[in-house]
């Protein structure tokens, strides 16, 4: 498993450093072809642009009580700096939490680990049945978080974060943008493979 997240660690830097060469500023990733994709592991199906950069579908192994949790991430609209070897600051940031009903009696309690990343870390509390939005600190700029918690029929709850940075680079495209975040976070459905999506429990 350390084995293939290094390989992907790498392949991911390397296209980086290929994206970048030569294009520095914003890159927008297109929005006018999408896709629907299943992630049985995360056991969601989610509706993305197809060019969207897909950097780790996996699970967080539970080191200690309340870390348990799967995860993906995906991004769109690069901003790249002159500097050849740096990684690109993104538009919108897309990560997808799936946490065992045990975990997330941890979350909501702030005793996990999730609880205390910045897109939660005031927000850990509320269950969020509908789209909704708040200023988030990161420690790179502030923005505003896009939200929907969604429970699984085996009890699992699936959070559904995106960051939406407001950079003046991309001013004139921010309505496109939050419409399809908007778009992405609702397409998110709870798939039928349940034994496949188990999430660790627990201190388990």
């Known amino acids: 498993m350390r084995r293939f997240s290094m390989i992907i660690s790498l392949v991911f830097a390397l296209d980086i450093l290929i994206t970048s060469a030569g294009c520095a500023g914003l890159q927008r990733t297109s929005l006018e072809s999408w896709k629907e994709t299943n992630f049985s592991t995360m056991g969601i199906s989610v509706e ?113 974060t995106v960051m939406y940075g407001s950079y003046k680079q991309n001013k004139s495209h921010e309505k496109e943008d939050i419409e399809a975040i908007k778009r992405i976070i609702n397409s998110v459905k709870v798939l039928d493979v349940q034994k496949n999506a188990d999430v660790p429990s627990a201190g388990k």
């Open 48 to 160: 993305m642009p197809t060019k969207a950069l897909l950097v780790e579908t996996g699970l967080s192994p539970e080191k200690k009580k309340g870390s348990g949790y799967r995860s993906l991430n995906f991004y769109l609209h690069p901003i790249y700096s002159e500097k050849v070897i740096s990684e690109p600051i993104y538009i919108v940031n897309c990560w997808i939490y799936r946490l065992s009903a045990e975990n997330y009696g941890l979350f909501k309690k702030k005793e996990h680990d999730l609880s205390f990343d910045w897109q939660f870390k005031d927000h850990y509390q509320d269950f969020h049945t509908e789209v909704t939005n708040y200023v988030a600190k990161n420690y790179v700029s502030d923005g505003i978080c896009f939200r929907k918690d969604i429970k699984c029929p085996n009890g699992d709850i699936v959070l559904v």
